[in-house]
């Protein structure tokens, strides 16, 4: 079946300028989350949602970030006012979370590629 | 301190070799660990979970140690396609969140 999906797959904008990030979860699942990867760097978790419930925003590294699940399904990852130091791959991924102390992959989309200049 | 520290390497090893990579983790209420691969300029994907008595998935052994919050990876007959970064994840629940945390990962290159 269709895994997770994103877009754009690579983004360029200028520095000051808004971006909109699309991530498309898996058909089903019920958590999805966004990370950061810059280059040569680990994931920096960004956002969490999960369900109806209230997301879990305590990555967002500033106020210019912001992200909506709309329905339960597709989400957008706002970033506003880019910067330079915001170039990085943003990952979003899907899993099915059936409650605490269940095991569940996460599966991830593609990435976007954002070039801040 | 970082919450799941990693080794960075690179891991040069010759075709055949056996490699073992470890991780530490700082939260003692981590509830499950992982071990994910990602491949250069690719998304990462889950290579094996780790249990506490220790699993084994072919050439791959994962070891945790609960008392040392130690997490071990082991490959033995490499091959060039092991060649990726080697993340070790950690889930935890931290104010009724889930949440997987990513250590910055462990880089091989396995070569003829």
């Known amino acids: 079946g269709a895994g997770v999906s994103q877009s754009p797959s690579n983004k360029v904008t200028e520095k000051g300028k808004d971006v909109e990030l699309r991530c498309d979860p898996i058909?089903?699942?019920?958590?999805l989350y966004w990370y950061r990867q810059s280059l040569g760097q680990g994931l920096e978790f960004l956002i969490y949602?999960?369900?109806?419930?209230?997301?879990?925003k305590s990555g967002l590294p500033s106020d210019r970030f912001s992200a909506e699940r709309t329905g339960g399904s597709v989400s957008t990852l706002t970033i506003q006012r880019t910067q330079q130091e915001d170039s990085a791959v943003y990952l979003c991924?899907?899993?099915?979370?059936?409650?605490?102390?269940?095991?569940?992959?996460?599966?991830f989309g593609p990435g976007t590629r954002l070039t801040v200049l | 301190r970082k919450e799941v520290e990693q080794d960075p390497g690179p891991f040069n090893v010759p075709e055949g070799a056996t490699v073992a990579f470890n991780c530490t983790y700082s939260?003692?209420?981590?509830?499950?660990f992982f071990w994910y691969r990602q491949d250069c300029r690719k998304e990462p994907k889950l290579l094996m979970s780790?249990?506490?008595s220790g699993n084994e998935d072919g050439r791959f052994t994962a070891q945790l140690n609960r008392a040392s919050q130690y997490i071990s990876l082991l490959i033995r007959d490499s091959k060039l396609s092991d060649s990726a970064t080697y993340l070790c994840?950690?889930?935890?629940?931290?104010?009724?969140?889930?949440?997987?945390?990513f250590g910055a990962g462990t880089r091989l290159a396995v070569h003829p």
């Open positions: 991924a899907s899993s099915l979370e059936a409650g605490k102390g269940t095991v569940n992959e996460q599966f």
């Open positions: 780790v249990y506490s």
């Open positions: 939260n003692s209420a981590s509830q499950s």
């Open positions: 058909s089903g699942h019920t958590a």
């Open positions: 994840v950690v889930r935890s629940i931290s104010g009724g969140y889930n949440k997987l945390i």
């Open positions: 949602f999960q369900g109806n419930s209230a997301p879990d």
